[in-house]
T-cell receptor
């Protein structure tokens, strides 16, 4: 199955709070899991990515947690800021030259 | 910072007309991609291109679509006879190499088919 399921569809978080977005996949051949951030009118921009041999990766306020046995991965945004308000897409790459995207999560951080 | 550029930013066309969407990938990148995003939906893969040929395409990429690298810098997506359902945002992306390498996305072309 070449699908990635993403939840929630939308999320409202208070400034300073933690934003958590979850994704699940079925195809165990996926070998690369990036998260993209998209602002209105712009293209997706890579935020952070992880490979399946690592359980967690942190870059600044952004952390990916990866559970290989459960086939799930999540994005945690610590100390969420109004500037983080955007649409977030998880993605996965099969051993081929493309990305399979989740449906997206619209994040709004309230100040 | 190098970036992927796309033109035009917005294209309006009549159903049945041909459109060409243009992209300039990052100069040292070797892999090129087209994705589309129907309004409010997820980003969907259309096609990947390497060494002047298609390396993979999705079921969306039917005979109405074609891609070309006409010179050393441009990468184009042609839709021969547009349909209403082709209305979407089309993103070009490029990557330096295929394996574990970041795909850089352009700002997109919004295609509206009337």
């Amino acid at each position: 199955q070449q699908q990635v399921k993403q939840s929630p569809q939308s999320l409202i978080v208070q400034k300073g709070g933690i934003s958590i977005i979850n994704c699940a996949y079925e195809n165990t051949a996926f070998d690369y899991f990036p998260w993209y951030q998209q602002f209105p009118g712009k293209g997706p921009a890579l935020l952070i990515a992880i490979r399946p041999d690592v359980s967690e990766k942190k870059e600044g306020r952004f952390t990916i947690s990866f559970n290989k046995s459960a086939k799930q991965f999540s994005l945690h945004i610590m100390d969420s800021q109004p500037g983080d308000s955007a649409t977030y897409f998880c993605a996965a790459r099969p051993p081929a030259n493309k990305l399979v995207f989740g449906a997206g999560t619209i994040l709004r951080v309230k100040s | 910072e190098p970036e992927v550029t796309q033109t035009p930013s917005h294209q309006v066309t009549q159903m049945g007309q041909e459109v060409i969407l243009r992209c300039v990938p990052i100069s040292n990148h070797l892999y090129f991609y087209w994705y589309r995003q129907i309004l409010g939906q997820k980003v969907e893969f259309l096609v990947s291109f390497y060494n002047n040929e298609i390396s993979e395409k999705s079921e969306i990429f039917d005979d109405q679509f074609s891609v070309e690298r006409p010179d050393g810098s441009n990468f184009t997506l042609k839709i021969r006879s547009t349909k209403l359902e082709d209305s979407a945002m089309y993103f070009c992306a490029s990557s330096e190499v295929a394996v574990y390498n970041e795909q850089f996305f352009g700002p997109g072309t919004r295609l509206t088919v009337l």
